[in-house]
C-alpha cells in the first residue's frame, strides 16, 4: 500500500501542465528562518536559525537537492548549536502559481553544547510549497521537515524524532 501510495505521488507530480515541461528551472536557492524542535533524548529543545538550500533540475520534476540548516538555542542557560548537512532526490510539482515539492534528504547532523559534540547520521523527509512571485522567484510559504538522527556514542545508539520548519525566499534561473 505504501508503495503504491509514493507511486501514485510521484505520478501526479510528474502530470505538470505541458507549460513547465519546456520552461523550467534548471537551478534554486533558498534562503530562509528555520525552527527547529530537537529531541535530545532527555529533553526537547526548541531552536531557531536559518536553512540555505540549492536544487539542480536536470527534469522539470525532479532534482537534486543539497541542503545545510543551523539552529541555536540554550539549555538551561548553557548554548548549543544544531547543524544539520543534508542531501538527496527532491520530486516538484510545476504549476503556474504553485510549486509544491517533497524531498528525501540523507547526511548528518553535528550538535554541540558546553564544548562537547557529536555527529551522526541524518534523514529529512518531507516536503512544502513556494508560491511564485515572478519568473525568477518565489515565497516558500511552508516546508515541513521530520528529521531523524542515529546518535551513537560510547557503544550504545539512540534515535531522536525531530520537527524542522522553514519559510522565505527561493531564487530561480536557467529557464
Avoid at 143 to 156: H, K, L, M, N, T
Amino acid at each position: 500500500m505504501r508503495k503504491q501510495l509514493l507511486l501514485l505521488l510521484g505520478l501526479l507530480l510528474l502530470a505538470a501542465p505541458a507549460r513547465a515541461q519546456d520552461d523550467y528551472p534548471r537551478g534554486e536557492v533558498f534562503l530562509g528562518y528555520s525552527y527547529a524542535n530537537l529531541d535530545v533524548i532527555v529533553d526537547r529543545l526548541h531552536a531557531g536559525g536559518f536553512e540555505i538550500s540549492g536544487t539542480g533540475n536536470p527534469h522539470p520534476n525532479i532534482g537534486l537537492e543539497g541542503d545545510l540548516s543551523g539552529h541555536f538555542g540554550s539549555l538551561g542557560g548553557v548554548h548549543f548549536q544544531n547543524w544539520l548537512f543534508l542531501a538527496g532526490p527532491r520530486l516538484a510539482g510545476r504549476y503556474e502559481r504553485v510549486t509544491p515539492f517533497a524531498h528525501a534528504l540523507f547526511g548528518a547532523n553535528h550538535f554541540r553544547i558546553a564544548g562537547e559534540s557529536s555527529t551522526d547520521f541524518a534523514m529529512a523527509w518531507g516536503g512544502g510549497l513556494d508560491v511564485n512571485v515572478s519568473h525568477h522567484a518565489a515565497l516558500r510559504v511552508v516546508q515541513a521537515d521530520y528529521v531523524y538522527v542515529r546518535f551513537s556514542e560510547a557503544g550504545a545508539s539512540a534515535n531522536s524524532h525531530n520537527l524542522r520548519l522553514s519559510f522565505g525566499v527561493t531564487f530561480r534561473w536557467g529557464h
